[in-house]
């Protein structure tokens, strides 16, 4: 079946960086449109980005585009985010999803905060 685990979460200070990765299985992971969303406190899940199955095409919500940056490693089968200039409002639990939302993972936490 269908698995995602996402790591790399934690506590950061306004500024700073961090990589979330998500390995997958259970799909040909190569094949697949993959995105990153995220859900703060109170609040609907948001798309944040998305990347074609090779990772030529990707897509940003405007709140992070030119501070985060989707990849992908298809022979690793792992989706990775690259979080840079991080803002407390990007403070969220942070989902991979394989497509816009077939399946998802459990999610990792990202605290930004001084």
């Known amino acids: 079946q269908v698995q995602l685990v996402e790591s790399g979460g934690g506590l950061v200070q306004p500024g700073g960086s961090l990589r979330l990765s998500c390995a997958a299985s259970?799909?040909?992971?190569?094949?697949?449109?993959m995105s990153w969303y995220r859900q703060a406190p109170g609040k609907a899940r948001e798309f944040v980005a998305s990347?074609?199955?090779?990772?030529?095409?990707?897509n940003y919500a405007d709140s992070v585009k030119g501070r985060f940056t989707i990849s992908r490693d298809n022979a690793k089968n792992t989706l990775y985010l690259q979080m840079n200039r991080l803002k407390p409002e990007d403070t969220a639990v942070y989902y991979c999803?394989?497509?816009?939302?077939?399946?998802w993972g459990q999610g990792t936490q990202v605290t930004v905060s001084s």
């Open positions: 259970g799909f040909t992971f190569s094949y697949m449109l």
């Open positions: 990347t074609s199955s090779g990772g030529g095409v990707t």
């Open positions: 999803a394989k497509r816009a939302g077939d399946s």
